[in-house]
T-cell receptor
Framework: AQRVTQPEKLLSVFKGAPVELKCNYS??????LFWYVQYSRQRLQLLLR??SRESIKGFTADLNKGETSFHLKKPFAQEEDSAMYYC??????????FGTGTKLQVIP | NAGVMQNPRHLVRRRGQEARLRCSPM?????VYWYRQLPEEGLKFMVY????????ESGMPKERFSAEFPKEGPSILRIQQVVRGDSAAYFC????????????????FGAGSRLTVL
């Protein structure tokens, strides 16, 4: 079975502070991990994927197989980062499982 | 390319009625996923389909719920004899048919269908 855990429902940080959204996964095979974001009144959309090792809007995420984690980080939060963030795992047969999401609130 | 289209956007049903939610994937996408989002909760996987084939329906309730993705036309999520607990937002997403392990299985989401059961 594949599972994604996001332990925080809500994360509040001040503008300019560092952000870390936690994601842990459980999967017996080789996982493909993604972060999706949903801004207010917009559709859920891809933010970044582990295989690309990219930085999008200042966010990065490193896959740590030893800790089975894929935490999302940004050194300096901006107000426009306020949104709902979902960690997702693609496992067997390309089934995509999402975590319960973390709402990021950036306080001006 | 209009993206993933879901309709209706809002649907109101009385207990015992049937609800049908439709999803047209992006052009060129052969895989469709359905997720349910209850108030204050995240996305819960329901079912994953290819054309004319259900690949994984492990998240579907055993009774009253069914899904199809016919050769022609949209994917349909059908809920029979709805109950108040079925009230939720139902999201559809599509992806191309990619080699597993490519890391490119990115989902494109629709705007969702909000079902309210009175």
């Amino acid at each position: 079975a594949q599972r994604v855990t996001q332990p925080e429902k809500l994360l509040s940080v001040f503008k300019g502070a560092p952000v870390e959204l936690k994601c842990n996964y459980s999967y017996s095979g080789s996982p493909e991990l993604f972060w999706y974001v949903q801004y207010s009144r917009q559709r859920l959309q891809l933010l970044l994927r582990h295989i690309s090792r990219e930085s999008i809007k200042g966010f990065t995420a490193d896959l740590n197989k030893g800790e089975t984690s894929f935490h999302l980080k940004k050194p300096f939060a901006q107000e426009e980062d306020s949104a709902m963030y979902y960690c997702a795992l693609t496992g067997g047969y390309q089934k995509v499982t999402f975590g319960t999401g973390t709402k990021l609130q950036v306080i001006p | 390319n209009a993206g993933v289209m879901q309709n209706p956007r809002h649907l109101v049903r009385r207990r015992g009625q049937e609800a049908r939610l439709r999803c047209s994937p992006m052009k060129g996408h052969s895989h469709v996923y359905w997720y349910r989002q209850l108030p204050e909760e995240g996305l819960k996987f329901m079912v994953y389909l290819q054309k004319e084939n259900i690949i994984d329906e492990s998240g579907m309730p055993k009774e009253r719920f069914s899904a199809e993705f016919p050769k022609e036309g949209p994917s349909i999520l059908r809920i029979q004899q709805v109950v108040r607990g079925d009230s939720a937002a139902y999201f559809c997403a599509s992806s191309p048919n990619l080699r597993q392990g490519s890391g490119a299985n990115v989902l494109t989401f629709g705007a969702g269908s909000r079902l309210t059961v009175l």
